[in-house]
């Protein structure tokens, strides 16, 4: 299982470039480098999908939802709470839709880099025991996966701190302003305000 999971880790690493600069680089961080690079491909992947959406289809959605809840007849019964409260909900679930799969690989990518770290001092460790400490080219292999799959993991960490807590403001936003805008009373039919601007 083991060589299996390693096996594949070599064929992605050997197919990403024939040659170049990030081939090299995935070359001595060692193989938990790879895995720390297809994380962040996919991490970066979900922060553009939500950033598509909240600039181009969150005020579609948005009015959408608005439609049909002044298509509603009754905006101060029970029922109408109760639609309020499920249509709030789904958009709800709408904007944060993969915000908590970006907050796992964004915890996962530090994780990540402290294995690369300890995959390193293991190569160190076996080649102090071979060979001594003499050979330096050969610790240096080992030292230079520590350094590289932990500066890795914590940049990719670092930067997507900063765009999940600007994604939740923007998702946190569109639903306050939903919600102002479905006000529970009398019908109010005129046309509703959805200019959001996103700023951090």
Known sequence: MIE??????????????????????????????????????????????????????????????????????????????????????????????????????????????LLGTVNGMIEVFDVIAFSGSSNARAMASGISKCILSTMAGLVVAISGVYFINLLQRYSERSVRQLSKQMQLGPNDRSEPDLEVQYAS
């Open 4 to 113: 299996s999971f390693g096996y594949l880790i070599e064929a992605t690493r050997s197919s990403l470039l024939e040659t170049g600069a990030l081939q090299n680089f995935l070359y001595t961080g060692g193989p938990v480098l790879v895995v720390i690079f297809l994380t962040t491909l996919v991490l970066w992947f979900l922060i553009a999908e939500r950033f598509w959406f909240f600039m181009i289809q969150s005020k579609p959605y948005s009015l959408q939802v608005l439609t049909h809840w002044n298509s509603f007849p009754d905006h101060d019964s029970w029922t109408a709470q109760v639609t309020r409260e499920k249509l709030l909900s789904e958009a709800r679930i709408k904007f944060n839709s993969t915000l908590a799969i970006i907050r796992t690989l964004i915890g996962i990518a530090p994780l990540l880099g």
